[in-house]
């Protein structure tokens, strides 16, 4: 602030700072000069015009000057993390994004970010909430793994999109296996039929495939297919005896072998 010539001397007083933006600010004058610092939220009206008002005093009089200024989108940058890796088939596992500003910008993304896990299946899209997002996903086999997955931030009005790029390891999942027979008791000229049962251990999911073999004591062993999960053997009649049962389910791609025992008595 100075005076106009042929005037002289250094104004005192106060100026007010409109920013354009709804904000407005009083700074007092030190040595002719006054500095207000403010941050825009959003780039919405920009450029903005800032006036600023010298209120004048008692020896200077009022006056004023407006400039403009161009409020840029902030570049951002994003990180994935997995709430597990390795992981196994049927797991759901749970990707988050956090999303932040890029100095010297400031403040939280919003908008939303696209992750793709890299198996095929369709990229899923949620909202920032904070500056992260949150997706959960299962992968149902471990062909392909490790899994390139990416999370997209796809900007916004004040904020610029960005990506980043992470591997999931997905291993097989271990299984459980329990056989049953029935009727049991039987006689020996009952029909029996086994029943075998394999499902995968938490935290892993879906349906294991493959083979299970079956040995019956005095039986020769036999290999039956799973369907669904299960496998069923019948025997037209055992000997009376009490029979020991031995299962070995062999295992897929996806899954761990396991085995189970039982007995069947026939009298």
């Excluded at 989108?73 to 994935?80: E, I, K, P």
């Excluded at 996903?137 to 009005?157: E, F, I, L, M, W």
């Excluded at 369907?227 to 009649?237: E, I, M, P």
């Excluded at 070995?248 to 072998?257: K, L």
């Amino acid at each position: 602030m100075a005076a106009v010539p042929p005037g002289a001397g250094t104004p005192t007083g106060t100026v007010v700072f409109d920013f354009g933006d709804g904000a407005v600010l009083t700074a007092s004058l030190s040595g002719g000069t006054a500095t207000a610092t403010h941050a825009y939220a959003g780039r919405a009206g920009s450029p903005f015009v800032v006036n600023a008002a010298y209120g004048g005093n008692s020896d200077f009089a009022a006056s004023s000057a407006a400039t403009a200024q161009t409020v840029s989108q902030t570049a951002t940058t994003v990180a994935a993390t997995a709430s597990a890796n390795p992981s196994v088939t049927g797991q759901p596992v749970t990707f988050t994004a956090t999303v932040a500003a890029v100095a010297p910008g400031a403040g939280t993304p919003t908008g939303t970010v696209t992750f793709s896990f890299g198996d095929g299946t369709p990229a899923v899209t949620a909202p920032v909430f904070s500056g992260t997002a949150t997706v959960n996903h299962a992968y149902a086999s471990v062909s392909g793994s490790p899994y390139g997955v990416t999370a997209a931030y796809n900007g916004d009005t004040g904020y610029t999109p960005s990506t980043t790029a992470r591997t999931q390891t997905v291993l097989p999942a271990a299984t459980s296996t329990a056989v049953s027979a029935s009727p049991n008791p039987a006689t020996h000229t009952q029909p029996v039929t086994v029943t075998v049962t394999v499902a995968p251990v938490s935290p892993g999911g879906g349906t294991p495939t493959g083979t299970v073999t079956v040995a019956v004591s005095g039986e020769k062993a036999q290999t039956v297919p799973l369907v669904s999960g299960t496998a069923s053997l019948a025997f037209a009649r055992l000997s009376k005896a009490v029979h020991t049962i031995g299962v070995t389910y062999s295992g897929d791609t996806n899954y761990s072998p396991s085995s189970a025992t039982g007995t069947e008595t026939v009298t």
